[in-house]
């Protein structure tokens, strides 16, 4: 019994000593940190600011004039459609990404820079508060490198149906 135990504790030394010797940490990557602060920056900022209106949009536009092309471009094509679109959607950053809330607060679609986490191509995705349910099975995010007039008719389709 007592050999069992000191063995238990042998094994449970190895894998700690493993852990830390050589290895990366499974955690969250930097960018994903990054990302957590600035949401606790901005929880803080919409704290103070009082829920204004004005203020999370001139936030939501900084961020996209700070993208680089063509993260920026496809950022003020996107502002554009869901302002045209859904009106009733209020801009805000989160997660440091802009974001368009309903009127509950409760964020409905974002914008994911490709530039955000080092990723190929930028993204559109909805979030549950969006209404795209279609059966048991719908698509909620979508990958986008550039956008043609084509693109910007679906995704006012998309957007339409999301704030129904």
């Given amino acids: 019994m007592a050999n069992e135990t000191s063995n238990k504790a042998a094994n449970v030394a190895k894998k700690s000593n493993a852990r830390r010797v050589g290895t990366r940490p499974t955690g969250f990557t930097d960018e994903e940190r ?11 900022a919409e704290a103070r600011a009082g829920k204004s209106k004005a203020d999370p949009e001139r936030a939501v536009l900084a961020k996209i004039a700070q993208m680089p092309q063509p993260d920026r471009t496809l950022g003020e ?24 809330a309903n009127p509950d607060g409760k964020v409905v679609c974002f914008f994911q820079a490709a530039t955000k986490f080092k990723t190929r191509y930028a993204s559109l995705a909805f979030t549950d508060a969006a209404n795209l349910d279609d059966g048991a ?13 084509a693109d910007e008719a679906k ?7 999301a704030v129904r």
């Fill in 77 to 100: 094509r996107l502002h554009a459609i869901v302002k045209a679109i859904a009106p009733g959607l209020s801009p805000k950053l989160w997660y440091g990404m802009p974001a368009y």
């Fill in 34 to 44: 990054a990302a957590m602060k600035e949401r606790a920056r901005e929880l803080k």
């Fill in 137 to 149: 099975m719908w698509p909620t995010g979508f990958g986008l490198k550039e956008l043609t007039a």
């Fill in 155 to 161: 995704i006012a389709a998309i957007v339409r149906k």
